[in-house]
């Protein structure tokens, strides 16, 4: 099956930072009932979580990029929010990508901000490198977006480096720590449960969808990150977060881009991620992460992905494609196809 792919790269970045002006806030419950505000900063192709407890204390979970420009859309975030950046306590890095880890250093020159990071990922961090190029990707969108991935970010060291063992939060004035995992997207891979919120860095991400000829978050549903340096850790992983979040009866996850969404959510993509594998199988042009599953059951699978077609003497737009597969003999065919 030939597939129209957007017609070229600018496209798709202008379309993706078109969609990722947003703030919006979640509020939790904390296990003893205290109450946990969580902000999501969604700005410039890049997001981070504010996380307010009890006291005027602040943990951000996330930097941003280090373009011109976002430092400023970061603090003035922040100050919107009613907020005050010298309150962030702590500033927790999930991995040593530049749209996570680039804004570190600014923080901790203009603000003092206490920045904790992987030791795994401490080449990352001093030499200010993303280091794509040790990435794979695992989705067309990673071959898509590569050229614009590859950040470089003003180099740090974090003030707390973690290595093997937890850290606890409590000294921030926070219920919850920071948990170093065997990381599959880079090595120092951190997840940070906080009450029953946890947040997962780039382990996965949240889904977006065609929406008016462009792109819009509908970040309630898994997909795979575009890139991981090592696959299959990554795939494990998404069972020992789903592990970690039972345990802790955490109900909702915080990918960093494109979240959040439940952990019933994450359940069902690792249920149906095999059956996702085998039918994009089928099709030569489209991976994966390119599908989601809508519904499935033992004979039929409905599937949705994004494409871009473009009818003679028009823009390219881009449309939703659902696609109804019926087993039959054993095997699944196609049986229907829409465009919306
Ligand atoms: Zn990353």
Do not use: C
């Not at 695992?138 to 590569?146: C, F, K, N």
């Not at 606890?168 to 990381?183: A, E, N, S």
């Amino acid at each position: 099956m030939k597939k129209t792919i957007y017609p070229n790269h600018t496209r798709i970045f202008s379309l993706l930072l078109w969609f990722l002006f947003i703030t919006s806030s979640i509020t939790a419950q904390n296990k003893d009932n205290s109450k946990v505000e969580i902000f999501h900063i969604q700005n410039y192709f890049t997001e981070a979580y504010l996380v307010k407890g009890n006291s005027e204390k602040l943990i951000l979970i996330d930097t941003g990029v280090p373009v011109a420009g976002y430092q400023d859309s970061l603090i003035s975030a922040i100050k919107k929010l009613g907020f005050k950046p010298e309150n962030i306590a702590l500033a927790i890095v999930t991995h040593g990508h530049g749209d996570h880890a680039g804004n570190a250093r600014f923080l901790q020159q203009n603000f003092k901000t206490k920045i904790a990071g992987s030791k795994a990922d401490l080449n990352k961090f001093t030499s200010g490198k993303t280091e794509l190029s040790k990435s794979e990707d695992v989705s067309i969108w990673g071959t898509r977006l590569r050229q614009y991935s590859d950040l470089d970010y003003p180099a740090f060291t974090p003030d707390i480096i973690v290595e093997n063992a937890n850290i606890d939060l409590k000294k921030y004035g926070f219920d919850g720590k920071i948990i170093p995992i065997k990381g599959g997207h880079t090595p120092g891979d951190l997840l940070i449960l906080i009450g029953d919120n946890l947040f997962v860095g780039d382990a996965f991400v949240g889904t977006f969808k065609a929406q008016g000829g462009g792109l819009a978050p509908d970040g309630h549903h898994v997909r795979e990150h575009f890139y991981h340096e090592n696959r299959q850790l990554a795939d494990q992983n998404l069972k020992l977060i789903e592990k970690i979040a039972l345990d802790n009866k955490v109900k909702t996850i915080y990918p960093t881009h494109n979240g959040p969404v439940s952990t019933s959510e994450l359940t069902k993509y690792i249920k149906e991620e095999p059956l996702l594998r085998l039918l994009s199988q089928q099709n030569e042009s489209l991976n994966t992460e390119d599908f989601r599953i809508v519904s499935s059951d033992e004979n039929t699978a409905v599937l949705t992905y994004i494409e871009a077609i473009k009818l003679e003497g028009k823009e390219a737009k881009n449309v939703f494609i659902t696609e109804t597969y019926s087993k039959e003999k054993g095997s699944w065919k196609m049986v229907k196809k829409e465009v919306n």
